[in-house]
């Protein structure tokens, strides 16, 4: 507390070194904004991007001259740092607002409740109407049997690698879990295709694109479950064991209970992402403008071929339904991720 | 049944119990062998259905940059599809590697603490949107939305050689598809340098900062070295997904087979958005030509998938810092 005993600010002031007040950056911000808007008006630079590039640098520009002359070099290059990780953020946000505001807006305009119901069965691709029901229905079926599939493997594999693994079995297929996850799917779907539709002679159908989703939602479920598992304290398998309990039922009694909100999640969290794979579709499942309830014969449509269908078709009236099937789709995938978050919370472990 | 004698390895003993533990171990220890079949099941049958083109292709696989493979005789080769699909992905790796690093840095150390987890979940909704919808968006929005800008940088950039474009037409190119694919990818690369950042030990940026570094050389010199290789493989995980990004890519492509250095005039191909386009009209060479080159795919993103998975490996066992 010497300084404070100090009465000669001078001394202070060239210790301490200058500082902008912290109203600086507004300041600039605001001469940046004034600054874009006139020049737009005046020479009309390249639409709102370029009027948004030129207000950025006159705010990179004055802020480091400003800087410059005031605090130094090393604090002008944290400005500008600090500059540039807040302008990726808004990189980030600007073609998500984009997106969802596109789909929304396009979306609502043939959306009803006959869109949801209805197929596209005698409507041909120039003329209105028509819906994305038997879209809807493929969708949720294929989703469904991927889940059956692709949740029981996945816990149990996460099992193994927690619980039981070890030594260079675990580890390889740690990692080929890993080496799994990005695997691109058309190449899931051309796998499904050979060994299916060329090796065992099937025809394409639903379940087909099942498996396909199946084998991209494996490794997603793996590395949650796995994720969740390793959190559960290792007391509680402890005190089971001290009780005389079985390995196996210590898993199953103990352990998943304790982990299951986050085994929840990560499957809803998986089920959102397969939700929306078009590529393996299109491969294993061909294209129907009909409702087709039963997976496992003939082709089946779903919601991510219905939008591919509609928009390369590219008459203004299957655009339009392209875009309502687009936001179908985005409501659905949402409702699994909110829900999948609100699980998290409801179930997470208090205490 | 004989009284078992404790021991330090199982706490739990007598031959009913093991029975139990032998059948639910077993049961595990299948699922997780499933993955690996699996993955050799890939590798095996695309290698058994592509080989029947393979042998009857009259072109260089390697070097023909068309695709007639239903044509006789057939005649297909990658050289198009391979140049597409490096190129846009890595244009889409560069861009969005320095704005998925920035992201990660605005969450963990720029943000304000309470919002961190929300701001993350915002990114994370962006790897939520479908790739189709990526591609409507491109379509629709993107390609009319930037034609000002893809001027300006034929005029002004078109001494770089790869903006110039000869033709003044501006519509489905690589150049937008690399966008697409930047925006696609950011999350993962995000996600995955968020993680490493986070991981990043508090004491090396409280002795950065106590020895008075501004915040940006705290990043420069306690951060970035902490975090690099999992910013590389980070990278790379998202390179493997630009390289495999089906549908978005082949709403956006024209799908020539031309192998053309001038990103933004409209062509270009990559190998999944030919597998998609192609399907459906190829005869049973043209499928088996398609499978070929879905194993060429399979492969790249295997290799740049284990490369990245091999550099974070390394790093879990090699950083003392913790």
Sequence with gaps: MATSLDTRPSTYDSLKGGTLPPWAPGLVGAIAVGGAVVLNATTGLAGWFGT????????????????FAVEGKRHAVDRLATTAVYSTFVIAIVPLVSVLFTVVVKGMKVMSWGFL????????????????????VGTLEQVAIAAAFAIPIGVLAAIFLVEYGRGRLAK??????????????????????????????????????????????????????????RIVPNDLREASYALGVPKWRTVLKVVLPTSLAGIVTGAMLAVARVAGETAPLLLTTFLTQSYNNNPFEGPQAALPTFIWDQITSGTPASVDRAWAGALVLITL??????????????????? | MAQATPTTESPISGSSVRRGDRVFGGLSKYAGIAVLVIMAAIAVFLVWKSIPSLTTNTGNFLTEPSWNPDGSPPVFGIAALAFGTLVSATIAMLLAVPVGIGIALFIVLYAPKRLASTLAFITDLLAAVPSIIFGLWGLEVLISGSEGIQRWMSDYLGWTIIFRNTLDLYGKSIFIASLVLAIMILPTVAAVSREVILQVPSGHKEAALALGATRWEMVRMAVFPFAKPGMISAAMLGLGRALGETIAVALILSAAFTVNVHLTEPGGNTFAANIALKWNEAGTNGLSALIASGLVLFFLTLTVNMIARWIIARRAEFSGAN
Excluded at chain 1, 52 to 67: D, E, K, R, Y
Excluded at chain 1, 117 to 136: C, E, F, L, Q, T
Excluded at chain 1, 175 to 193: Q, Y
Aim: aromatic share 10%; no cysteine.
């Design chain 1, 333 to 351: 995938i949402m409702f699994f991720y909110i829900v999948a978050k609100l699980l998290a919370n409801r179930f997470a472990p208090k205490g």
């Design chain 1, 172 to 229: 390889a297929i740690s990692f080929f879990v890993d080496v799994m996850t990005g695997i691109p799917s058309i190449v899931a779907g051309l796998f499904i295709f050979t060994a299916f539709v060329l090796g065992l002679g099937l025809e394409r159908s639903g379940f087909a694109a099942a498996l396909a989703l199946a084998i991209l939602m494996l490794p997603v479920i793996i590395r949650t479950t796995e994720e969740m598992l």
């Design chain 1, 117 to 136: 119901v209805d197929s596209m069965r005698n409507v041909s691709p120039r003329s209105p109407g028509g819906g994305a029901g038997h879209a809807i």
């Design chain 1, 52 to 67: 948004t590039i030129v207000g950025a640098l006159i705010f990179v520009v004055l802020q480091s001259i400003w800087s």
